[in-house]
Nanobody
Framework: QVQLVESGGGLAQPGESLRLSCAVS????????MRWYRQRSGMERELVAE????GSTNYAEEGRFTISNTNAKSFYLQIHSLKPEDTAVYYC??????????????WGQGTQVTVSS
């Protein structure tokens, strides 16, 4: 059974940096992309960053976010120059396909990031 577990959230001050981690356990047949989403209070979940199986990265906002992975079992989101509007629950997500080549999405439970002075 595949599980994703986020860590690294917490309280930070504006201007600081934070690194979120996502640990993947279990076996995924074929990973298409690893993504970070966030959901701010009262808003819909939004894509923050993704890294594809080929290593390409895409960001909703250029410059303050860096997504990386060490392998298919761990990936990270570095947030630089934190702003109060970065306050949200951050979710990691793996887009994949199973052995029948059907799409399968896996989600973590989320980690709260609060930016406040």
């Amino acid at each position: 059974q595949v599980q994703l577990v986020e860590s690294g959230g917490g309280l930070a001050q504006p201007g600081e940096s934070l690194r979120l981690s996502c640990a993947v356990s279990g076996t995924i047949f074929s990973v298409n992309a690893m993504r970070w989403y966030r959901q701010r209070s009262g808003m819909e979940r939004e894509l923050v960053a993704e890294i594809t199986a080929g290593g390409s990265t895409n960001y909703a906002e250029e410059g303050r976010f860096t997504i990386s992975n060490t392998n298919a079992k761990s990936f990270y989101l570095q947030i630089h120059s934190l702003k109060p509007e970065d306050t949200a629950v951050y979710y990691c997500n793996v887009m994949s396909r199973d052995s029948s080549w059907s799409p399968v999405d896996y989600w973590g439970q989320g980690t709260q990031v609060t930016v406040s002075s």
